[in-house]
């Protein structure tokens, strides 16, 4: 399994990778950086990738679930309602494919000012091997 990691300013979160087109894109643009925008209970950032929405993209996700808006070149990662949201989903404004699973709990996102950094790079712990998709593409 690939894990990434979300460096945020005092938060790390997890991710490990889903095998989706816009999963490995993603992979292959890593290691980056950007700034955080917020939107109710989301956090987006802008990612270097280009990818076509996939045929399961969805609006309606799981705190957890990690996003990618194409339209927007935009990582996104909802941890409770946004002001669209209905009955206590998380609903994003625009569809997202879902390239991973946070392996953390995406509720202390809360504490993200919009501004902030993040860092995204591969995960691993020291000695170990990473499997699953391939970085060299």
Known sequence: MTILNLQFDNKSIRVALKRTAT?????NAIPFSATVQTWGSEVMFDCPVRVSFEDSATNVVKPGDIGFWPDGSSITIAYGPTPISRYGESRLACSCNIWGDALDD???????KPGSRVHVDI????????DGLDKAG
């Open 106 to 112: 995406v509720s202390e996102l809360k504490q993200i």
């Open 23 to 27: 999963a490995q894109a993603i992979l």
């Open 123 to 130: 995960w691993a712990l020291s000695g170990l091997e990473i």
